[in-house]
């Protein structure tokens, strides 16, 4: 059974910063991705930041140069440093997984709620 924990949300004012976990069970990073996902009222759920089996990180382009995904293989757990931070990056950021050849993501946490005060 695979289980992912999200916390670390809050609230904070502009041009701050919040470190999100993920701390996964039954799954290990080996062979498989991890994302940060976000999803604000009204709008759809879009994709914030990877990081692959290997390492490798991908960012939205909202969020270059402001946010860092980066994990701990020892604790099994998945952040994402969320530095100057704005009103518009509101919403409820969810980490999911799926294996490295895979589409779609298929496990999912309960979500953190973050919001931005201007």
């Known amino acids: 059974q695979v289980r992912l924990v999200e916390s670390g949300g809050g609230l904070v004012q502009a041009g701050g910063s919040l470190r999100l976990s993920c701390a996964a069970s039954?799954?290990?990073?080996?062979?498989?991705?991890m994302g940060w996902f976000r999803q604000a009222p009204g709008k759809q759920r879009e994709l914030v930041a990877t990081i692959s089996s290997g390492g490798s990180t991908s960012y939205a382009d909202s969020v270059k140069g402001r946010f860092t995904i980066s994990r701990d293989s020892a604790r099994n757990t998945v952040y994402l440093r969320m530095n100057s931070l704005k009103p518009e990056n509101t919403a409820v950021y969810y980490c999911?997984?799926?294996?490295?050849?895979?589409?779609?993501?298929?496990?999912w946490g309960q979500g953190t709620q973050v919001t931005v005060s201007s």
């Open positions: 999911a997984t799926r294996h490295f050849t895979a589409l779609q993501y298929d496990y």
């Open positions: 039954g799954r290990t990073f080996g062979d498989y991705t």
